[in-house]
């Protein structure tokens, strides 16, 4: 496949994506005090499921970690979860800002980011106990796309942070999985391939902060975590290549512990959020082998 043919049909792919309505949340409710600390929750609906309280599936939107990107664009994705059976809370978070002077936007926040994924994670139990009352929030799956998935991979290795860290935990977080999709899981190798125009880079900071961050925000420096993990990728994704993912399997291959990857043919990076692909079906089956 040629750049040009692969470039026209990673275009296709995200505009399918984005074409889906809005959908709008059954409730949603604040976690902290800044405008962006929120999170949208999706009751469930249809049958997915033995029967029971549903699973809660936790979403972690991507976009590079950037302002522009909110949670609203992968609201399609929650709904469809919904529809499979999950309760479903969408969680938003501080990203990085436009520079001084109406600069482009740079990815993600130190630390504001993490603070915040650290803290929806801590406070989603009680918020699902009394918004999604048809929830086990003792049953949750954290999902994320892309930038999303390094902070469904992180979230979920707070256990092993730094002690200094102050996102830290005492022990696991109770998960019964993570299901990463196109993730940037692998923050040394996504920068030497420049993924996201140097969103890594941006999202840790330049030269002695890049090192000095890794191992406080780099998932493949974050094993084993203990927890069930799988990676889900398109082999024909230009946005965050495959070499991405397997990057953090091998990593976790070398520290014992084995993560499912679920490399899709000819699919790019945006099927895997995108409701009229089949991609995302693969997505559902995936979360419910670790939620169920």
Not at 66 to 84: D, E, K, M, N, W
């Amino acid at each position: 496949m040629t750049d040009d043919v692969a470039a026209a049909r990673a275009a296709a792919e995200e505009e399918s994506a984005f074409s889906h309505p809005a959908v709008a949340p059954d409730a949603t409710a604040a976690y902290g005090d800044d405008p962006d600390q929120l999170i949208d929750f999706y009751a469930p609906r249809g049958e997915g499921g033995p029967g029971g309280p549903a699973p809660v599936v936790v979403v972690l939107h991507g976009g590079a970690w950037r302002a522009p990107y909110g949670r609203r664009h992968i609201g399609p994705f929650a709904a469809f979860l919904a529809g499979r059976g999950f309760a479903v809370a969408s969680v938003e978070y501080r990203r990085g800002a436009g520079e001084q002077g109406g600069g482009d936007p740079v990815a993600g926040r130190w630390p504001e980011t993490f603070d915040d994924v650290a803290a929806a994670l801590d406070a989603l139990p009680a918020l699902v106990r009394q918004h999604l009352p048809q929830a086990d929030p003792r049953r949750m799956v954290v999902t994320g796309h892309s930038a999303g998935g390094h902070l469904a991979l992180w979230a979920a290795a707070r256990h092993l942070l730094p002690a200094d860290a102050p996102w830290r935990t005492d022990g696991p977080v109770p998960l019964r999985g993570v299901v990463a999709l196109a993730p940037i899981a692998d923050l040394a190798v996504a920068d030497k391939l420049d993924v996201c125009g140097g969103a890594t880079r941006q999202l840790l900071g330049d030269d002695e902060h890049f090192g000095e961050r890794r191992p406080y925000a780099d998932p493949a420096l974050l094993l084993p975590t203990g927890i069930a993990t799988t990676l889900v990728q398109g082999r024909t994704d230009i946005v965050v290549p495959q070499a991405v993912a397997e990057s953090y399997a091998d990593a976790a291959a070398k520290a014992g512990e084995v993560v499912g990857l679920t490399l899709l043919e000819d699919v790019g990076h945006f099927p895997l959020i995108d409701p009229a692909a089949d991609a995302c079906a693969v997505v559902a089956e995936e979360i419910a082998q670790l939620a169920w």
